[in-house]
């Protein structure tokens, strides 16, 4: 249930405090590094602002997308930035809004960041300074000790810590994934992470059509045995190596196909119609169901959802219960917080429409401070009339 008030002014003083904080905690060098890495840069996405701690990933997942986007399956190795550059780098990315009510952070969205654990909880650590809710996926085995030290940073840094443990298959792991540890390990580390304190949640992702369509219902019981507490459900995204990938281990891709009009190097979204049925599926199961990673985490971070899906996202009703005009700030709050970072917009109720785009990110920005919906209409800029 959310509890937390997004106060966007307060936001802006927290921001202006850290960053002065962490300039005098870092060496010129230190800031420097900082401030050119893509992490300072990088415009968030509905799941919030991407992290990485590992470079390349070895688990080597036949539906991965990692290597249409530059990474490769073989010698992973911990990101370069240190605990406290990464927070540097996020505080100088103009998008990015500290604090609970400021932006989600999402772990783990282009590697396995658990392969270098003590990478791991450094970022955590140091993100932990910033205090916003951190979001982390995995295949990882977590032991009841790496468990108890993510539990233990949560609590002492008094902050929310989301853990998505992701399984698909129980029957084709040894083809699909075939170098992660098992999904028996995977429920096991759902276990563990419950018994450190924490609020694990299985993430159902990607559900592929005709390949692990038949085995949802009896991941979601394990998982609910084991001790998630909700399941995120998401689809498939292919390019056309992925598939070739998927046929070389002799898997049925017609259906595949049969969905997707064009195959080449983007990442296209394979159309999901089942995924109604699924989060029924995971409901009709007792645990909470969500369409979306951000809504999972603003779930445990008790704060209205970021991304503002009770306004147009996929809110599935959880027991969050973010509602608008309750979880949203008010307009002339807004308006001045939104002068201050350089941003022109009207508010319509439930709606800011951006009048300009001053940096990467900006409509991102603004539906997170504004808990609202965002378009962007860019003024026209009237011609001289000499
Ligand atoms: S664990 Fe994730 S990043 Fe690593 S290969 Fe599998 S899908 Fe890709
Ligand atoms: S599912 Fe709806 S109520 Fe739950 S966190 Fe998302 S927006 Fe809020």
Redesign the pocket.
Known sequence: M?RYTVKPLEIIKLKERLISIFHELLSENERERAKKDSHAQRPPRWCGFTVHVTINCPFACAYCYIEDMGFNFGSPRPYPLSGRELAFALLMNKAFLPGRTGSLIAIGSVSEPFIFPNKALEYLEWLGELGNPLQFSTKQYISPQLAEKIANIAHKKKISISPLVTIITLEKADILEKRAPSPEKRLDTIKNLRDAGLRPILFLRPVIPGVNVNEVSSIIEKARDAGAYGVVVGGFRVTEKIVKRLENIDLDTSEIRRRIKKLDRKQRAVPFPEKQFILKEVKKQGLIA???T???N??TAEV??P????IN??????????MYPQHSPPESEILIAFEKLGLQAEIRDCRIILRNYPFRGAEFLARNLGRRDVRVHLRKIKSSSI
């Open positions: 959310v969500w369409a979306s951000c809504c999972a603003s779930w209205p959802c991304s503002a899906c009770f996202g996929p809110c599935t009703k959880c027991p969050n219960a973010c």
